[in-house]
């Protein structure tokens, strides 16, 4: 079993739509949690960082519940320019410190269509 | 741009070959790590360093992988010969890892990549 799952996509959807994506981890011991986006041929760049009490930044809106171990990311108000691949990224506590090892899923592709 | 850059953008190599790709992180960043990703899947670490320290290192890094970062800045990761099976984009991030309560916050910004392909 993979350590971060996400269906993978690809998810069509027309601009203007709400979209959401789900992601689940498997190491409880997971103490930061992020999501990435990353264009095609690109590197992954850092959209938001994902917070127990959940977070929001302009269009879209980040959630975590630890007790089922459940990452989402909401992105509302689909404009062409969120299509992309949405990695879901997790690290894992090691010891008394943060190893800064992220853990990414598969990533989930997102094309909005005029 | 001050942000993390990586040389060379594209390999093409023979199988056998040796091949040595460079990152330099952002400035002053005390962690620097090495990822690979192939088609389809996302990165997969594979080291890092805090400073000059190679602290950890994936099982996915063989023996003929070896990475240095000799005076804490920029990284070098080296594969002596090279399979089919190595053809992917290697990336490396670079973050500030500040001490909160015992647990290291960071962020990690990655470099655009080098593409490797072994023929």
């Known amino acids: 079993r993979k350590e971060v799952e996400q269906d993978p996509g690809p998810f069509n959807v027309p601009e203007g739509a709400t979209v959401a994506f789900n992601c689940t981890y498997s190491?409880?011991?997971?103490?930061?949690f992020f999501w990435y986006r990353q264009d095609c041929r690109k590197e992954p760049k850092l959209l938001m960082s994902v917070y127990s009490s959940g977070n929001e930044d302009g269009r879209f809106t980040a959630q975590l519940n630890r007790a089922s171990q459940y990452i989402s990311l909401l992105i509302r108000d689909s404009k062409l320019s969120d299509s992309a691949t949405y990695l879901c990224v997790v690290n894992v506590l090691h010891g008394s410190s943060n190893t800064g090892k992220l853990i990414f899923g598969q990533g989930t592709t997102l094309q909005v269509k005029p | 741009d001050t942000g993390v850059s990586q040389d060379p953008r594209h390999k093409i190599t023979k199988r056998g070959q040796n091949v040595t790709f460079r990152c330099d992180p952002i400035?002053?960043?005390?962690?620097l790590y090495w990822y690979r990703q192939t088609l389809g899947q996302g990165p997969e670490f594979l080291t890092y360093?805090?400073?000059?320290?190679?602290?950890?290192k994936s099982r996915l890094l063989s023996d003929r992988f070896s990475a240095e970062r000799p005076k804490g800045s920029f990284s070098t990761l080296e594969i002596q010969r090279t399979e089919q099976g190595d053809s992917a984009m290697y990336l490396c991030a670079s973050s500030l890892a500040t001490n909160f309560g015992g647990l290291a916050l960071e962020t990690q910004y990655f470099g655009p990549g080098t593409r490797l392909l072994v023929l």
């Open positions: 360093f805090q400073n000059e320290a190679q602290l950890e």
């Open positions: 190491n409880s011991a997971s103490q930061s």
């Open positions: 400035s002053e960043h005390n962690r």
